[in-house]
Nanobody, 128 residues
Framework: QVQLVESGGGSVQAGGSLRLTCVVS????????MGWFRQAPGKEREGVAA???????YYSDSVKGRFTISLDNAENSLYLQLNSLKPEDTAMYYC??????????????????????WGQGTQVTVSS
């Protein structure tokens, strides 16, 4: 069973930075599609970044150029570097994993339905 545990959230001022970590257990991270999602109060969960087993990376337009997704095979961990944070980035951030090898198209990497396993989330709050 895949287990995901996020950490690294916090409260920062606009323009600040945070680094989120997702520690994976129960499966090797390099054999899974991995994604970061976020959900703000009253809004639907949205995909912000994803990385494939071939190390292809995708970002939502809202975070492109500001957020960076990466992983460390030795630590079996996924990261999300958040730079130039804005108040509208305030949300609960979730790590997600898909251990299947079912074929998907690129835009599906940022869809919630693509992923089978989820962490509990870590809160990011950005003040103006």
């Amino acid at each position: 069973q895949v287990q995901l545990v996020e950490s690294g959230g916090g409260s920062v001022q606009a323009g600040g930075s945070l680094r989120l970590t997702c520690v994976v257990s129960g499966h090797t991270i390099r054999t899974m599609r991995m994604g970061w999602f976020r959900q703000a109060p009253g809004k639907e969960r949205e995909g912000v970044a994803a990385i494939t087993t071939a190390n292809m990376i995708y970002y939502s337009d809202s975070v492109k150029g500001r957020f960076t997704i990466s992983l460390d095979n030795a630590e079996n961990s996924l990261y999300l570097q958040l730079n130039s944070l804005k108040p509208e980035d305030t949300a609960m951030y979730y790590c997600a994993a898909d251990p299947s090898f079912r074929p998907i198209v690129n835009w599906e990497l940022l869809l919630e339905s693509t992923y089978d396993f989820w962490g509990q989330g870590t809160q990011v709050t950005v003040s103006s």
